[in-house]
């Protein structure tokens, strides 16, 4: 019966510690973003979804005013509604509210970041570099890991909660 404990204690802390590999964040202020990630881009495609989690675990409210990267002169905040059966894209101009005490979550089929008119496609592997700018609490440096384009659903359980992945504070 130990030898059973003890393997599955084993286990359980390889899957953990495989997680924390996988995992990646970042913090700036009360702010933590989790997992940034997008999607591999096909051959002449000239935008890129970027998805991720922002938890505020501040007491005000912040928003998400700006992104930038060195691998698309535009990234746009956008947001994916249904509207009289028709799925709807727009840009988010003003930004994005992070409301406080609550987690924003950038996914695919709703708020998403659009890196535009991307000379050179993502491909799977790659880490994106881009620089998030908050209204109050400023500037993070962040990568977006670049999965497959077109993930299954089981592909994308390590893109899990902003306060569990590995921690990249912002000075």
Do not use: C, W
Not at 148 to 170: I, L, Y
């Amino acid at each position: 019966m130990t030898t059973i404990k003890s393997l599955f204690t084993a286990v359980a802390l390889t899957l953990a510690t495989a997680g924390a590999v996988f995992a990646h964040g970042y913090t700036v202020g009360p702010l933590k973003i989790g997992h940034p990630y997008a999607k591999a881009m096909l051959p002449g495609q000239k935008v890129g979804g970027g998805f991720m989690k922002i938890e505020n675990t501040g007491t005000t409210d912040d928003k998400l005013i700006s992104i930038t990267s060195d691998r698309a002169p535009e990234v746009q905040i956008h947001e994916m509604t249904m509207e009289n059966d028709v799925m709807k894209m727009r840009a988010l101009p003003d930004g994005l509210p992070v409301p406080a005490g609550q987690t924003t979550e950038l996914k695919p089929g709703g708020l998403h970041l659009m890196f535009v008119n991307v000379p050179q496609g993502f491909k799977e592997g790659e880490m994106i570099k881009a620089t998030l700018t908050f209204e109050k609490a400023g500037k993070v440096d962040v990568e977006f890991k670049v999965d497959g384009a077109t993930p299954k659903a089981e592909e994308h359980k390590h893109h899990g909660d902003a306060a569990g992945a590995e921690d990249h504070t912002a000075h």
